[in-house]
């Protein structure tokens, strides 16, 4: 019996050696508008990464049905957690059900990226470990499960084209944000019914040596197109590497795709894109046509999941963005408390345009002057590099309300104005002084 005990001991020892270091942060926790953040570290000694911060938005009150996962590029590590905490892509991720992901993957000192853009490096890992983790401190048992949507930029980009090789199978659609490094691998059957949309900016993206971001996309086009998959590229001249405005195209792109992928009935197995649908680009005259009814050769055409895809991409080739030609969501849960004789403090909720976000409110008071909020600024935007959310942080819907003179009544207006400058219809609420 002793001896059976050290022998246990002994090669419990030898197993501890073995396994690698695995280190978890604390989850945090922040509550925002329309949902909660978790943000989490690991680490793992088997990686050739140094470590990995995910933020993971889950929205509040519904069951998830996907995951959009938002990867920067090389040399943008500490940054990627903003998109966890972008109102657009918060409304976004309410109106599908889906969670996002932002992570953070910084290389060991003295390494690039290299050593996490293939996700047979770690990433591909580390995701599914997050997954599990903020399935159980969220209780959202389904993350594990449910498929994703995946966006990259640059070796990002890379990324995501790593992913469609290793995991096909959970994939719903692909924004490649101008990749880079040229993958020459094959891709498994699976990976030809992804619908993916490349983004690049011709010969001034970053085409240095080894990058080829431009020979990436052509590359990465041609290699999909002749396994008949439903890829199209989105070359925006004028504009480079580290410059597009790229969610204005990318938005209206996944809605399509996750219209017509998502799983049915909780079965859990994607659909295949409704060929019926499907529209063509043609790259060089940027004219476009049903597929069904197309007489020519599509052996060279862009392959959209539907007719609102090929409209704006064509624009967005075009423009280089995406107009927003409609009002932002009204205001909500507009409340009013009085804090003495003549103050009182009024806050309300608002949900964030889908295609352009919120730039400010408005607060008129009637027969008063309307105040704009914030007073200067933008409430929250974007950078045009790496699609970068500005500021992380927003300011509380809260506005100090001074009581007129004479009066004994305010009528309150609040409406939001978005990124294109349309607003959206008056919230009212009406306060009787006391």
Known sequence: MTISWKIRLTMGALLLCWLP????????????????????????????????????????????????????GCTMEGIGASTAFDLQYQAFAKKWGLAVISPDIFPKEGRQCFDWI???????????RVLKEVAKASGHAELQAVPWLLWGHSGGGYWTLSMMKNYPERIIGVFSYSPAFDPQWEYPDLAYQIPILIRHAGAADLNGRNVACWQTALNTFSRLKAKNSPVSLAYTSGQNHNFSYVRYMAIPFYESVLSQRLPKNNSGKLRELDASKAWLGDTLTYNIYKSTSYPGDKASMNVFPDSITAVKWREYVITGTVADVTPPPTPYNLQIRQTNDTTAVLTWQADADIESGIRYFTIRIKDGETKRFPASGDYQTFDTNGDNTMPLSVPELKYILTKPADQKESILFISTVNHANLESAYAVLQHRWR
Do not use: C
């Not at 329309?34 to 929205?59: C, E």
């Not at 293939?118 to 599914?128: N, V």
């Open 21 to 72: 270091e695995l280190v978890w942060g604390q989850i945090k926790t922040t509550q925002v508008t329309n949902g909660v953040v978790y943000q989490t570290t690991l680490r793992d000694s088997s990686y050739l990464f140094d470590r990995a911060d995910y933020a993971v938005f889950i929205p509040e009150g519904i069951p998830l049905r996907g995951v959009f996962i938002h990867q920067h």
């Open 118 to 128: 293939d996700t047979e490096k770690g990433t591909g890992d580390a995701l599914l």
